[in-house]
């Protein structure tokens, strides 16, 4: 099953252009800890669930001004 067929999981490369981030920016958020929460495959690749990227977005959100 492709990611693509799974629009709950997101590739890094997926994730990079939703957010328009180079790759190197996702893996820098990573080491750091802020990153959204990811999940490593057996294979050892990435995804990242559509929830924890909604949630990790609404975070980031900053109030409207007064």
């Known amino acids: 099953m492709s990611a693509r067929s799974n629009p709950e999981k997101l590739t890094v490369a ?3 252009a ?3 981030i ?3 920016t996702f893996y820098a ?3 750091t ?3 959204p929460r990811c999940l490593r495959l057996p294979n050892g690749e990435i995804r990242i669930k559509r929830s924890d990227l909604d949630r ?3 975070s980031h ?3 409207v001004p007064a």
């Open 61 to 63: 959100e900053e109030g």
């Open 22 to 24: 180079a790759r190197s």
């Open 33 to 35: 800890g802020k990153a």
């Open 56 to 58: 990790w977005l609404d």
């Open 14 to 16: 997926e994730l990079c």
């Open 29 to 31: 958020w990573r080491a």
């Open 18 to 20: 939703e957010l328009q």
